[in-house]
Every structure is written in C-alpha cells, then in structure tokens.
C-alpha cells in the first residue's frame, strides 16, 4: 500500500512524463510489481480493512425501524433487542446507534430588536478576591443594550437581591436613560417560578423596582439560554478580554478598571456582527429610551431582625451595634450593598458601613457611651445610698456639699471609699463631728480621721544614772547696758 502522495508521484511520472515503470520504480524507490499494479488503476483506492462480522448484524435492520418511529435512546433499543433474543451487550448497540443516528445541532432563528427595545442582564463569575483577612467569591454584572450592544460591568461580592437592583439601577444612571424592557435570568430576585408553557411569576420587590423605573419585566424562557444570546456572548466578552490574565486586587480598584476598559475599549471596538462601533449606534438608540426617574430607587434589601441581649444585629457574621434601648427588641433591616440601616418604625437606629469580612464587631461609640453613662450613673446612686448609711447627719452633710463644692459625686466617693479604710463608726463620728464644725469636704473627713488614728507615745519616768548627766545649767550674766543708757 503506497500513500496518495505517492500515487500523485508515480501517475504524473507514468502519464506526463512518459517514463518506463522501471525507471518510475527506483526513482520511486517501488518495486515494479507495485508500479505495474498502481499504473493500471486510474484513481486511488485506500486498502479496505476486512471486516468482521458482528453479532447486531442481524438486529441493525429491526434498530433502523425502530428509530425511523421514535427516537429511542440505546438502552431502550437494547432492551428491545434482548427480549427479541440479542445476546450482546449495550456497549455495541451504543456505538452503532451512535453511528446511525448522529447528534442534531438544533437551529435557532436571528433575533432583531428595535431601537431601545431590550436589555439583556446576567452574571459571570471570576476567582474569588481578599477582603480584609479573608476571600470572597467575585462575581459581576453584565448589562447589554439589545440593539446597540452598549455594555455595562459592574464587580460585585454577591448576587443577591441588594446587589442584583443595586447594579441595574447604576447602569441606567451610567446609561443616563431605562429601555421599555429588561430580559432577565431566572434567578429567584427576578423571577420566583416559570413553569414551560405559563407565565412567569416575577419577585415582587423587582416588579417594584420596574415599576419605578418603568420597563417590562420579560424573563428569558426557562432552558432556553439561546435567547438572551447578547448577555451570554458579552459575558464570555469579559472573562477573555477583560479578566484573561489580569491580576485580581480590591473591589473597589477593580471596578474603576472596569469603567476604564469599558469607556477605551468595550463601547468603541467595532463589534463583529454590526461591523459599527456601540457608542455609534447608542447614539442613534438613545431617542428611542425613556428618561430616568427623579428619585433613585431605594436599592435594598428589607427584612426583620431581633437586637441580642448583647446589643447587636448579626448580618453575615458580622455583629453590628445598636442603643442599649434597642437590646432583644425586632428592628427593620434595611441591607444595601455598601450599608446597612436599622428602623424601629421610621426612626432610624442605627447607620453602618456593610463589611464583607467575616466574624467581625462594629461598634458605634455613640451606643457604648450610652450604656457606659447608664451604668455609671447606677454605681453612682449605689454609692449615694451607701453615704447616707454613714449617719444620721449625711443627708444634711450631702445638701450642704452640693452648696458649696462642684464636684459633689468625688466628695461622696472619697468618704465612702474612707469607711471602707477605717470603719464605719470612726467614719460616722468624724461626719457628724464634721458637720457640727461646718467642715465639708472630704480632705475634712480624712484629716479628722487620720488625727483621731494617730497614736502619741506615753510619757515615761527621767532616769539618771551618772552625776554628769543632772541638771547643771549655766546661764551667762545678763546684759544691764541698755537701762544704763535710758
């Protein structure tokens, strides 16, 4: 068996060149036998190899029938053969099947949308990013205006519903205008069910935030990825072009990339279906959208939740502070993707910035100086009523402290803290004493007790025991010259 190339070789040399097949064979390094025989065959024909015979051979016809009424699968087939006395296994019926009846790519129709028609939304998602001493999951938001194919990117640390609104809402505002509809996913924060052939049933918080906006909510028809083609096609945009080979850092710096990427590159490439660039064709599709509403929307997620006896809200890990008032009572949560609030009713509780780390404690100091003023003041009323245990005379004492000294609280503390140094009845003594002497203070109270504390030696008897040491003064004559003179 020679290869094609060969054969091109020898008829060229047999036909145009007219030489000898004993010349074609050594130029050809052929023996002639082989060059007779490949000069007497007008084409080239590969060597067939021998086939065997197959045990399904006989059932091929019965699979062939069968197939043209149902599109049976090859363990159905198979079973079908045994019960009809095939004694193969399913292996063979498989690759024969297989054979017979190739894969069908299924055809989809070209999708045209008006001028500010449609939005396509969906996720994509990327490695996972630090986030103080942890990592959290990356994902990021693709909004792709149907007819123009203007993009919007936005990195997020959740899909959830915060995030989900939060993200269409700045793409409008980055937009500057809401198309007439927006094709969702069937994600739970757009659509709760969507059964084939009923209606969709929307999540009411995101048929809120439409009507705000005011566009149409269209899901995409479940298992039916190919229509929101626009969506999917940029979201593997952005995974090869944007994110391939591009060092992951901070939420924040890689979002303010993302805007770069999008103003240089996304929105002035010329795209491959259109062959115009989509800040061309915006500019042509904007007349056709609708104008943004004056207020944004309130892009949050609300749900109740109960205060700990601890003075906290736990939100992903994380515990957030409240006023002591607040502690084991329910509060509104209102959960944004950068902060959340809480609300006993209208009023507002608390105001936190959302942290992504996790196991973590923010605590405002406005709510630990409340309850550190409230416990204060209780040590303080517990003292208070242990100074007027002291006497009879306290509370007089204590009225004519506050008369006359500013910090009446550390003149109390002082002399209570003194009965726990000398006792309650010298301290008792020293009060009244005190306040008959009009003395207050506490210095007073001390002093008091620290004379009456201190002990004097006793006196003893003068013992002399050397002559030397007796009592021998001896006084110089007095000076009479000053009376001399008067």
Partial sequence: MIAYQTFCQLRQAWDEQH????????????????????????????????????????????????????????????????????PGGCSIVRDYVRTVRPPRQPAYLTLTY????????????????PVGGTRRALSFFVFVLCHSRWL????????????????????????????????????????????????PVCNPHYLDFARHYGFTVKPCGPRQPQAKGRVENAV????????????????????????????????????????????ELLAEERVHLRPLPANPYEAALVRTVRVSNRCRVTVDTNRYSVPPRYASAPLTLQLASDRLRLFDGQTLVADHVRSFER??????????QTLLDERKQ???????????????AAAAYHAQLAERRLNVRHHV????????????????RALTDAHELGAYSCEYIANLLEQRGRLLPEAGALHLTRASDLLELELPPPDLSPYDRS
């Fill in 359 to 368: 196991r973590r404690d923010y605590e405002h100091p406005d709510h630990v």
């Fill in 236 to 279: 593997g945009y952005v995974k090869k072009n944007f994110l391939a080979g591009r060092e992951l850092g901070a939420l924040a710096a890689l979002n303010a990339e993302a805007r770069i990427w999008l103003e240089t590159v996304a929105n002035v490439r010329q795209h491959g279906e259109t062959k115009r660039t989509p800040m």
């Fill in 413 to 428: 503390e002082k002399i209570v803290a003194l009965s726990e140094i000398h006792g309650l009845d010298a301290v008792s």
């Fill in 152 to 199: 919007y990117v936005e990195f997020t640390l959740g899909q959830s519903q915060e995030w989900f609104l939060g993200c269409q809402r700045r793409a409008f505002e980055a937009l500057g205008a809401v198309p007439m509809e927006v094709m969702p996913d069937n994600c739970k924060t757009a659509v709760l069910s969507h059964r084939v052939g009923e209606a």
């Fill in 19 to 86: 030489l000898t097949m004993a010349q074609i064979a050594r130029a050809l390094a052929l023996h002639p036998q082989t060059v007779k025989k490949w000069v007497g065959r007008p084409r080239y024909e590969q060597r067939q190899a021998a086939r065997r015979a197959s045990i399904l051979d006989p059932h091929k016809p019965a699979i062939t029938r069968w197939l043209a009424q149902h599109p049976f699968t090859a363990t159905q087939l198979w079973q079908r053969l045994r019960d009809a006395g095939y």
């Fill in 114 to 129: 008006a001028p500010g028609q449609c939005a396509q939304i969906d996720w994509g998602s990327a490695d996972a990013i």
């Fill in 378 to 392: 209780a040590r303080h009323q517990r003292t208070f009523l242990r100074f007027l245990a002291l006497a009879p």
